[in-house]
């Protein structure tokens, strides 16, 4: 969260002139906040599959890769999917979002989101899952690269892969947000759960909204 929006969960931006403290308004919170840090859920940002925790990825602009190679490689079906989602994300909200064709892993410069497809040892209903690989040092609830992994077999769908790729941009399920909501609430957009309660692939205004407010 950059610092004029972690400023404005206080309500206020301080700023010196003359010797003077002068409060100036600033964006104000969306009515429903879905977005990680918020009033029902702050726990830290953890890395691994496993970990059941929401991370914020750490800018607005976002890189992204597919896999391209092994046992997790998108196929051309899949590849499409995600290139429209993530196109939407670029032109509906304030992310700058662009395409990785040399993914950085490791270390420097790490590509943002790697998308994959494959199983990960969960329920079959299940149908895919996002988490944090590099925490941000000095950070509580931001990552430097997330993994997104959704099922094969025609799982892959512009409703699923918008839903997770939400949740690499710190959104929560209804019931993390504040207020808080039920799973299939219709403010929730994207982020509604379980899938059949997506009308369709739009993100939803109270989605960007949240979006466009911390980035």
Known sequence: ?????????????????????????????????????NGTWSGPCEAGMGINTIC???????????????????????????????????TKTDLAVSYDATPVFSGVGETDVVWQEGAFG???????????????DGTRHRCDQHYIRIRGAGTYSQRV????????????HG???DPVRAFDAGVMGIMRAPLDAIPGPGLGETVKNNINWVY
């Open 1 to 37: 969260m950059n610092f004029a929006a972690a400023q404005a969960r206080a309500g206020v931006l301080g700023l010196m002139t003359l010797g003077f403290m002068t409060a100036i308004a600033v964006q104000a919170a969306p009515a429903d906040d879905l977005i990680v840090p």
């Open 56 to 90: 914020a990825t750490d800018n607005s602009s976002v890189s992204y890769y597919m896999d391209s190679a092994g046992a997790l490689e998108l196929e051309a079906p899949d590849r499409e999917v995600v290139a429209k989602v993530m196109s939407r994300y670029d």
């Open 122 to 136: 969960r329920p079959d209903w299940v149908l895919g899952t996002t988490w944090c690989d590099d925490p941000v």
């Open 161 to 172: 892969a918008g839903h997770e790729a939400g949740h690499a941009f710190g959104l929560f």
């Open 175 to 177: 019931p993390q947000a």
